[in-house]
T-cell receptor
Framework: KAGVTQTPRYLIKTRGQQVTLSCSPI?????VSWYQQTPGQGLQFLFE???????NKGNFPGRFSGRQFSNSRSEMNVSTLELGDSALYLC??????????????FGPGTRLTVL | QKEVEQDPGPLSVPEGAIVSLNCTYS??????FMWYRQYSRKGPELLMY????GNKEDGRFTAQVDKSSKYISLFIRDSQPSDSATYLC???????????FGRGTSLIVHP
């Protein structure tokens, strides 16, 4: 069974540009969550999608957005990039969001560097 | 102050040592407690989870939760160089499954 895949793995952008990251969850998984990981702040929750609907949202500015397609694949977009957006962006998929313990399977992440 | 505090380390131990990794938290609403392991250039993987207070053992790993002290621990017995990774604690409130993570502790087990 294939794991969570994220593309691209590495990305270099300049300030002011926008970027789109892609995540393909494990087959059959309907929930996709996005996280930002930095050395200073650790893993911070961005948003979660379930059946094409955003169900939860973290405390990030509106420059960060996402969507989920009918095949559960998800994309996140960051507009007007800032230096502080440099981070590892992780996607996690899970089978069912209603469980009391949500076992999330993480992808390898996309390393975004903003110059 | 962050809701979940975790010493980033690094923690360096010799092979075979018993390792103790810890997190403290401030929100008494947390009910589910998890430990993730993250190798370099990989995403985190769930190691163990526990509900409320108590101990849970899985092979060389033991997770311990003390809700009265708001303190959780992960013990690794007979540590191996392959255990070298960053260990993240995470916890969720009842009714929510979005975890709040600690910053992670870097563990180095040297031969």
């Amino acid at each position: 069974k294939a794991g969570v895949t994220q593309t691209p793995r590495y990305l270099i952008k300049t300030r002011g540009q926008q970027v789109t990251l892609s995540c393909s969850p494990i087959s059959g998984h309907r929930s996709v969550s996005w996280y930002q990981q930095t050395p200073g702040q650790g893993l911070q929750f961005l948003f979660e999608y379930f059946s094409e609907t955003q169900r939860n949202k973290g405390n990030f500015p509106g420059r960060f957005s996402g969507r989920q397609f009918s095949n559960s694949r998800s994309e996140m977009n960051v507009s007007t990039l800032e230096l502080g957006d440099s981070a590892l962006y992780l996607c996690a998929s899970s089978l069912d969001a209603s469980g009391s313990v949500n076992e999330q399977f993480f992808g390898p992440g996309t390393r975004l560097t903003v110059l | 102050q962050k809701e979940v505090e975790q010493d980033p380390g690094p923690l360096s131990v010799p092979e075979g040592a018993i390792v103790s990794l810890n997190c403290t938290y401030s929100n008494s609403a947390f009910q589910y407690f998890m430990w993730y392991r993250q190798y370099s250039r990989k995403g985190p993987e769930l190691l163990m989870y526990t509900y409320s207070s108590g101990n849970k053992e899985d092979g060389r790993f033991t997770a311990q939760v003390d809700k009265s002290s708001k303190y959780i621990s992960l013990f690794i017995r007979d540590s191996q160089p392959s255990d070298s990774a960053t260990y993240l604690c995470a916890m969720t409130r009842g009714g929510s499954y979005i975890p709040t993570f600690g910053r992670g502790t870097s563990l180095i087990v040297h031969p």
